[in-house]
């Protein structure tokens, strides 16, 4: 088989030796075990199992949440103690809810069979390996149903088995393979039967000659169709779009997912579990860690219970008292230091490195960067790491953006070859999640914007709507007085007119005295500036008044003659049920915006169906108070007087309260009474309405 | 128990930026053991002046931007450009030269800037161009090459001589011991034909040898630099290769007025320029194709300058102009990145 190479790369001290020598050791059932509820990819599983359950080995305590989530397994037979935050192996050093089991110490299994899977449906087969919680056990741990059942747009032509366990340290995935070489390839045969690959590899780092002899030793006796690819030893080679170089010579397209490209990987580990959880039913509840580092007497690689604490690893390692400075979880590239060993083993610990002050020394203080290029060429991105520093650290993020700074994958090449020991990782983890922060800010202020929008339109509609609604009021108005008139006065069309602008200029020029008058007084300093302001804003008011009757009398003499009578009234619509509608869909479209995946095309429906909803009530609304206005009564104003009324009933009822005073209470009492018999009256006034 | 948290990667290579420059320091000593050896004592005592007014320069300026001083001077890069414009500036000149050329070197091509790693130019070769522009005679008067087969041809002068005419500007003693540079004699033919000079003049017979010795003990140097991977083979091999290819075409067509390719590339500072001034990442382009324009231009420019320019030779005015144009060059030479058809190019990245 040819392999391709890879841009960059690094060859730190492998330090695999110390953890290798001796075979895989059992570690004892731990008296207590905690189980964080999230051990993988996606979200966190939910407890099935409550405080004082008796489980037993292989019971389900916890049940996947949405599509990319796993279950969670009693480790053994015990008690469940608590459910509750305590420490969990994440970087952010954070609490999160975990179940805590204490064990019975009689690891009884609940009844398990094996699967043929074979003999059942594909989506059957899936969904028991989602129940029996695999995950990815390379270090990512992303649930594995999910990468099995790609659907049927992505057609698989190759499978990946990453074997290469490219970082130091760890030698958990060597151990697995020397020990049980024909379960990897079991495993990797219901990979197979699901995924239907037209060609296998699998990429194994050429520092496991035993690894490598077992894969093979196995491969003769087993029916597979498999390709073992031995590749040299470099850092990353085990990273997912590294390996997929290396044996295919291919490129994952930059934002785009292997599957996208017809390739899937899987650990050697995950086909372990699946095959373990298949054939023999197991679900996945323990792993192979490797304890090493300096700081433990005897570094080795132990089976162990998910849940059971970092101490009791330590410890079987026999820890050096005072020794350990560092307790990193993975590997010394990507691993994470933890402060305390009471943190439990997850789907995805594969190694913990007790280190000493001088293994991992801290790191010196950063200089200055010279430009030296070391980093770009260590870069299995083939990115401009220095240039990527240079506008992270100046806030540069669209630059950073542009040089590809989300195809990162903080392997930590860069920052291990920097001579200037600048935390280079640090940096680029800092603008990434600047730029996320950026982005999700944008995108609400985009939703913003959209509401305020939409909301403006709306508001301008409304008063345009309004507008037409009063001029065909006054229209109607208009008319009705001029049957009136006509009734009474047999011609007094243009008389009327002549009137009313007799009476607005009588009113104009009473305002234009009063005016003088005031301004008379406010030079001379005289008194009763008050009253005369008075006057002339009333008489204003009166101008003003006179002004409009004027107007509207004359608009409609011209509109009252085009125009017919009003359409027929509309039936009485539902509103409760239109309001109903309009709060639903205001939650629901909230609770689509407040999700973590936001989906841009369900919030735009979401919002196109609200803004239907709003408009339909608007409507009905507005039809209702037409429909008052035709028996004259003015729908809005009875609202609000509604809703004083209620305010003042309330209110003179807690003045009753409130009064020592028994005089006072009655007269309060009669004041109660008529405010009671007011908003009655208005209320049976409305109730057609509603 | 006390542990602490420290963000990945958890193991770093146990190199410096000290550890750098002291390797480029190692790499410099055969280049300057065969100028002492070729050109007597001076350039020693330049850079005795060169590294003491240089240290005392940085220090200064540390001390007045308020950084840790022994840190920084520990990261060589003062006594790295020192020993640069040491080598540079000719073995006899006056002291002073040194001194004016580190003030400018330290203080303005570097300090002003924000310090290491934020000179947009190669202090050195600031600090010399602006010694050639300013003072011509004492940066022109190389001294003469002491080639050890010639008897009766010259010696090297004695200390007590360097140090008279370093110090006391002792312009008689200068005059025994300094003359025109190969590349300056086949300048100024005054209508000869380069063959003719070569056959005429003493410098050219008998101190070629001393010069193409001189630029092997640099090319050894920067063959060390490669290997220990402080820098790439992009930039040197490109200028090399550049000005090797032009000088060869330009001596095809017209063997009489063109200076050969193996005497370009060996008679001049070429090799020191290739590979311990233009290799300084500061100031040159950063990816591997941008090195390798970097030096094409370099090796265009020398080829220029050398040819039709003012001055016999080039090195610290081609990368000054290079360095001119790196952050351009960056813009247009960044690699394709994994997973992306092609790369991204401009100044915006599109």
């Known amino acids: ?690 | 128990m006390s542990l602490i948290r420290m963000s990945s990667p958890h193991v770093t290579r146990s190199n410096t930026s000290s550890g750098v420059m002291q390797l480029v320091l190692l790499a410099m000593i055969p280049g300057i053991l065969a100028i002492t050896l070729f050109f007597g004592w001076g350039t020693l005592i330049q850079i005795f002046i060169c590294l003491v007014s240089g240290l005392t320069f940085e220090a200064l300026a540390l001390k007045m931007r308020g950084l840790p001083v022994s840190r920084y001077l520990g990261d060589y890069s003062a006594t790295v450009t020192a020993l640069l414009l040491a080598v540079s500036i000719p073995p006899s000149a006056p002291f002073w030269v040194g001194l004016v050329g580190m003030f400018v070197a330290i203080l303005f091509a570097k300090q002003v800037y924000g310090g290491i790693g934020n000179n947009p130019f190669n202090p050195a070769m600031v600090a010399y161009a602006l010694l050639l522009v300013s003072f011509p005679v004492q940066m022109t008067s190389w001294n003469l090459p002491y080639v050890l087969s010639g008897s009766e041809g010259w010696s090297i002068p004695p200390l007590s001589d360097s140090i008279a005419m370093i110090f006391a500007g002792s312009t008689q003693v200068m005059d025994a011991y300094t003359g025109a540079t190969p590349l300056d004699i086949l300048r100024n033919r005054d209508g000869f034909t380069t063959e003719e000079m070569w056959r005429s003049s003493q410098t050219l017979m008998s101190g070629a040898a001393a010069y193409h010795a001189l630029s092997a003990a640099w090319f050894m140097g920067g063959i060390y630099l490669i290997y220990k991977k402080v820098f790439t083979w992009h930039t040197p091999v490109s200028i090399l290769a550049t000005l090797g290819l032009v000088s060869a075409i330009a001596y095809g067509v017209d063997p009489s007025n063109f200076v050969d390719p193996f005497n370009h590339l060996t008679l001049g500072a070429t090799m020191l320029a290739a590979f311990f001034i233009a290799t300084d990442p500061v100031s040159s382009a950063t990816s591997n194709r941008g090195r390798i324009v970097f030096g094409i231009g370099i090796g265009l420019l020398i080829f220029i300058i050398r040819t039709w320019g003012n001055y016999p030779d080039a090195v610290a005015f081609s990368v000054l102009l290079m360095n001119l144009a790196a952050p351009m060059i960056d813009h247009y030479t960044q690699p394709r990145s994994y997973g992306h058809k092609r790369a991204r190019l401009g100044p915006k990245g599109e």
């Open chain 1, 1 to 690: 088989m040819k392999v391709f190479g890879f841009h960059g790369g690094i060859h730190p001290p492998e330090n695999k030796k110390q953890s290798t020598r001796a075979s895989v050791r059992h570690l004892p059932i731990p008296k207590a075990l905690v189980i964080p509820t999230q051990q993988h990819l996606g979200l966190a599983a939910d407890p099935v199992v409550s405080v004082g359950d008796r489980v037993l080995k292989g019971q389900t305590i916890a049940e996947p949440v949405g599509r990319i989530s796993a279950s969670l397994h009693a480790p053994t037979s015990g008690t469940v103690t608590a459910i509750e935050a305590q420490p969990v192996p994440h970087a952010s050093g954070l609490d999160a809810e975990c179940i805590v089991i204490e064990s019975d110490g009689l690891d009884q299994w609940i009844d398990h069979q094996p699967i043929d899977y074979k003999g059942i449906e594909r989506t059957e087969l899936v969904k028991q390996i989602r129940q029996m919680g695999i995950a990815g056990m390379g270090g990512a741990g992303f649930p594995t149903d999910v990468k099995l059942n790609l659907g049927s747009d992505h057609i698989v032509t190759t499978l990946i088995i990453n074997a290469a366990e490219c970082e130091p340290y760890i030698t958990a995935d060597d151990k697995l393979m020397c020990e049980h070489a024909s379960e990897i390839l079991e495993g990797i045969k219901i990979i197979q039967h699901l995924l239907e690959p037209t060609h296998t590899l699998l990429g194994i780092e050429d520092n496991k000659p035993n690894a490598i002899r077992a894969l093979n030793e196995a491969l003769a006796e087993a029916d597979i169709d498999l390709d073992l690819v031995v590749v040299p030893t470099k850092y990353p080679s085990g990273g997912e779009r590294q390996l997929i170089q290396l044996l295919t010579g291919v490129e994952v397209p930059s934002g785009k997912i292997p599957a996208d490209i017809g390739i899937v990987v899987q650990n050697v580990g995950t086909a372990q579990a699946l095959h373990r959880a298949i054939n023999h039913g197991e679900p996945l509840i323990q792993r192979i860690v490797t304890v090493t580092g300096e700081a433990v007497e005897h570094p080795g690689n132990f089976w162990t219970l998910l849940g059971t604490p970092f101490s009791d690893l330590l410890s079987a390692a026999d820890l050096k008292p005072g020794a350990m400075h560092r307790l990193v979880m993975g590997g010394p590239m990507m691993g994470v230091a933890v402060e305390t060993d009471s943190i439990p083993v997850i789907k995805t610990t594969n190694c913990l490195i007790a280190a000493t002050e001088s293994e991992m020394p801290e790191a010196p203080a950063a200089q200055p960067c010279i430009r030296c290029g070391m980093c770009e060429q260590a870069c299995p991105a083939q990115l401009l790491p220095q240039q990527l520093y240079w506008f992270a650290k100046g806030k540069e993020f669209e630059k950073a953006k542009n040089h590809n700074l989300f195809d990162c994958i903080e392997c930590g090449a860069c920052a291990y070859v920097c001579p200037s020991s600048i935390p280079l990782v640090q940096f680029y983890r800092y603008a990434k999640s600047e730029i996320r922060a950026e982005e999700l800010e944008q995108r609400k202020a985009d939703h913003a914007r959209e509401r305020f929008e939409a909301r403006q339109a709306r508001l301008e509609r409304e008063a345009i709507e309004k507008a037409e609604r009063r001029k065909a009021r006054a229209a109607e108005a208009a008319k009705a007085q001029a049957e009136r008139k006509k009734q009474s006065e047999s011609s007094a069309g243009k008389d009327d007119t002549a009137a009313l602008k007799t009476a607005a200029a009588v009113a104009r020029t009473k305002l234009k005295k009063a005016e003088v008058a005031l301004k008379n007084a406010q030079d001379k300093g005289l008194e009763g500036i008050d009253t005369l302001q008075a006057t002339v804003d009333k008489l204003k008011q009166a101008a003003v008044e006179a002004e409009q009757a004027l107007q509207s009398y004359s608009a409609t003499e011209t509109t009252a003659s085009k125009t017919d009578k009003r359409e027929p009234t509309p039936a009485k619509p539902d509103l409760k049920a239109l309001k109903q509608q309009v709060s639903i869909m205001r939650t629901k479209l909230k609770k689509a915006e407040a999700a973590d995946d936001v989906d841009e095309s369900e919030i735009e429906s979401l919002k196109a169906r609200l803004e239907e909803a709003s408009q339909a009530y608007a409507d009905a609304d507005n039809a209702l108070i037409e429909l008052a206005k035709t028996a004259g009564i003015d729908l809005k104003q009875l609202r609000i007087d509604l809703a004083m009324a209620k305010v003042a009933v309330t209110k003179i009822e807690r003045a009753i309260s409130k009064s020592d005073d028994e005089t006072e209470q009655e007269t309060l009492k009669a004041d109660l009474e008529t405010a009671k018999a007011y908003f009655t009256r208005l209320e049976s006034q409305l109730k057609p309405y509603e």
